[in-house]
């Protein structure tokens, strides 16, 4: 399908997926303009908000390397992986142990290697997850995996690829992969460019997208193109997912160049406008992160950091009355800024009213965050040694 056809059919995918039908251009919020605690609906008067309640942290796991992602199962178990192997498991009578994968294709490198994992919308019945690693298998890439785990949360079971062909090259940069389960069991995927300078406009390529397919890895029913995975392009480097509960919106959390971090509201067959193609050949980071003179029709952030950024590593929604004014918030986790970022959307999705932030430089840098079933989160620090898996708690 031709670039120019995505705009024709994003109204028919977004009511195929049952996704928001919110105006594909949002426009950006002033970074600075936000406060801790309170903030502004689209230049109105100022929302009152209370601040974030205080945080208690609690370790889970600890003496981990790189830990990218980290799940909770149904049965209380919580899991993480190491960015250069390993999988490390919290039982739910609460050991800790290894449980045991062949991985012996594992690409890492750089920023890539073992990252994104997710539980298969039927984990319950059919113990599937799917991780998304670099691999050396006949050549470098990025794919993601479907396994099934025994009921003992030992041992790793291989199966079919799900997806393959992302790109990636030696130095393993820009290879990030975020993997997001929907509700009727399809699976969105965040991608990074791989630092090459046509892939983000390229939409033959699965690099500097947010993909979306079956869990046989054929593309999701609603894709602009229903031959193809993309879903929207355009991205640098897509670290987060999140979809904010009662309303199907998708959004993506993306790093920045030397400026602005992204919160992307996703609509399906949308330019995001990075184009570093500039200088023919050359990958140049000196481009606005969304450039709608040389991409017309780009889609702004509905939030950005400015200068400097804090490199936003991930993202989800917290629900329940013990995040008090910020239920519902928007959580990032700050790698640079070694922080959590909660973000107060505005009840249209299109802009944030409130900003707070929390644990500024108490553990470190924060890999990645996840809502746990009784409403805590679940971070993932990223400091090189000495790096855990920590509950956070609203008091």
């Not at 919580?78 to 919290?90: A, D, F, K, M």
């Not at 079919?160 to 130095?171: H, K």
């Not at 939030?303 to 959580?331: M, Y």
């Not at 430089?361 to 805590?376: F, K, L, N, P, Y």
Request: charged letters at 15%; glycine letters at 14%.
């Amino acid at each position: 399908m031709r670039r120019s056809q995505f705009a024709s059919v994003i109204v028919a995918a977004v009511a195929a997926l049952g996704l928001s039908s919110a105006p594909a251009v949002a426009q950006p919020f002033d970074f600075g303009s936000l406060g801790t605690g309170s903030g502004s609906n689209d230049g109105g008067d100022p929302t009152p908000i209370a601040p974030l309640p205080p945080l208690t942290v609690t370790p889970v796991l600890e003496g981990l390397s790189h830990p990218w992602d980290v799940v909770e199962a149904p049965d209380g178990a919580i899991l993480t992986g190491q960015r250069s192997g390993g999988l490390t498991v919290r039982r739910p009578d609460g050991s800790v142990g290894a449980v045991a994968a062949d991985m012996s294709d594992l690409f890492a490198n750089g920023e890539t290697g073992l990252m994104g994992i997710a539980l298969a919308h039927d984990f319950a019945s059919s113990r599937t997850l799917y991780i998304c690693q670099g691999s050396n298998a006949g050549g470098l890439d990025v794919r993601v995996v479907k396994w099934t785990v025994d009921a003992g949360w030992t041992q790793l079971t291989r199966g079919d690829t799900v997806i393959d062909g992302l790109p990636i090259t030696a130095s393993g940069r820009h290879g990030g992969c975020r993997i997001l389960v929907s509700g009727d069991g399809s699976l969105f995927i965040g991608t990074g460019d791989a630092a090459l300078p046509t892939v983000p406009q390229d939409i033959n390529s699965l690099g500097g997208k947010v993909l979306h397919v079956q869990p046989d890895g054929s593309p999701g029913a609603g894709n602009p193109d229903p031959t193809s995975a993309v879903y929207t392009f355009g991205h640098r480097h897509v670290q987060g997912l999140a979809l904010q509960p009662g309303t199907g919106r998708l959004y993506g959390i993306e790093q920045g160049t030397n400026v602005d971090d992204e919160v992307n509201l996703l609509v399906p067959g949308s330019n995001y406008g990075y184009r570093p193609d500039r200088i023919p050949g050359i990958y140049d980071e000196s481009v606005p992160m969304t450039d709608p003179v040389r991409v017309p029709g780009a889609v702004e952030a509905i939030w950005r950091t400015g200068s400097p950024t804090l490199a936003t590593a991930s993202g989800t929604f917290v629900t329940g009355p013990q995040w008090g004014d910020w239920d519902g918030a928007l959580v990032i986790g700050g790698l640079k800024s070694r922080q959590l970022i909660f973000l107060r959307l505005a009840p249209d999705g299109q802009s944030v009213v409130a900003r707070a932030d929390g644990l500024v430089g108490e553990v470190g840098r924060i890999r990645s965050v996840t809502q746990a079933s009784d409403g805590s989160l679940l971070i993932t620090t990223d400091n090189s040694t000495g790096d855990r898996v920590l509950r956070v708690t609203p008091q």
